[in-house]
């Protein structure tokens, strides 16, 4: 594609370039890869293995922080803004790992403010079993999400790297529950905190 021998185009900061001319980048490395994989001549299936044998398991760290409106004559909860950080070892893949911590955002806030399998006590048949009854959050129930990475290298690991797979999703239910906690007082311990069951709380509490 470059009409180069690959001896003489080095990988610099994510991009190829000639080796006279370092200075000048020939194509991105993400741009290399869109090729590569589309190209109706060249383009393919790119696959790699590798295994790596470790003897300790580095844990990762997280937390969220919530910024939210709460109408308490509505019993309704807004979420304004959600900022998810992580200490997940080196990044690897920027992209990925954003879009990893905007899909746990996503799937947090479900469980936080919507998702609920309703059960039959008598029964045992569930009452809620598809997405028209089971409610999950959609593209205008979701804020602003942010993401942000402190990027402490993990010299146990292959590359650096830590886990990135489930952590993003473990704290944002626990930090909505604790904002709206923050906000008027109310300690509730069950999810999801739909307006019935915020109605039922705030009741209890004197706040309507």
Request: glycine share 8%; hydrophobic share 45%.
């Amino acid at each position: 594609m470059l009409h180069q021998s690959a001896m003489n185009l080095p990988l610099i900061k994510g991009h190829i370039v000639l080796i006279e001319r370092p200075e000048e980048p020939l194509m991105s490395l993400k741009d290399l890869a869109m090729d590569a994989f589309y190209h109706p001549e060249r383009g393919g299936q790119l696959s790699a293995e590798s295994s790596i044998k470790t003897t300790t398991n580095p844990p990762a760290f997280g937390c969220t922080f919530v910024d939210l409106t709460i109408d308490i004559a509505l019993c309704k909860v807004t979420i304004n803004r959600i900022l998810n950080v992580h200490d997940s070892g080196h990044i690897l893949n920027p992209l990925l790992a954003e879009g990893q911590v905007h899909g746990g955002m996503g799937m947090g806030i479900g469980w936080a403010l919507f998702e609920e399998m309703i059960i039959d006590a008598k029964s045992g048949v569930v009452r809620n079993p598809n997405l028209l009854d089971y409610k999950m959050p959609t593209m205008p129930d979701l804020p602003q999400l942010e993401s942000a990475f402190v990027e402490i290298n993990e010299p146990q690991s292959a590359y650096g790297h830590k886990s990135l797979g489930e952590p993003p999703i473990i704290p944002v239910a626990a930090a909505i529950r604790n904002a709206v906690k923050m906000a008027t007082g109310v300690a509730i311990n069950t999810l999801p905190l739909t307006p019935k069951r915020l109605y039922e709380e705030f009741h209890l509490a004197g706040l309507i």
